[in-house]
C-alpha cells in the first residue's frame, strides 16, 4: 500500500470517527444527544510527544465536554491501525470548557504514547475525535 497523505488520512478519521472505531466502547443513548460542538479542532504532537489539543473557538456559545469523550486511534503510514500504541495516564476525569468569550482554548488528553508499540523513526498519525469533531497530526516515534 502506498503511503498514507495527510487528505487520505483525514478522510479516514472522519470515517472512523462516524462509526464509532475510535471509541472505548459503544456509544450510549446519553452521548448521543449532546450537543455538537462548534469550533475547529486541532492535534499537535511535540518532538517530546507530547500531546495537546486546540480548540479554536467562534464565540457564539459557552460549551463544554467530559475528557472521557475524547476517542483516540494511532495509524501507521499505511492507515492501519497501531493496537496498543496508547496508555491511559489515570487521570480523573476532566470538563473542558469553551466559553464564548475566548476565541482559543487548549486542552490536554488523558492518554501517551507507548513506545513499546512502535517503531522507531516510523511516521504515524494520531487521530482524535470529540463529539462531532476530529483531528490528527503527524508524527515520528522516537
Known sequence: MSELNRRDA?????????????????????????????????????????????FDLPGKADQSFESEEYRYAVLDK??????KALMILGLNVHTTQLPKKESVVEDYPDYMFDNRHLKSG???YLVVSVRNLT???KFKAP
Open 78 to 83: 499505511d492507515g492501519i491501525e497501531v493496537r
Open 135 to 137: 483531528a490528527l497530526a
Open 122 to 124: 516510523e511516521e504515524y
Open 10 to 54: 483525514a478522510k479516514l478519521a472522519a470515517g472512523l470517527a462516524v462509526a464509532g472505531v475510535l471509541g472505548a466502547g459503544e456509544a450510549s443513548a446519553r452521548e448521543t444527544e449532546k450537543p455538537r460542538l462548534d469550533a475547529v479542532f486541532h492535534v499537535m504532537v511535540n518532538a517530546k510527544q507530547t500531546i495537546r489539543f486546540r
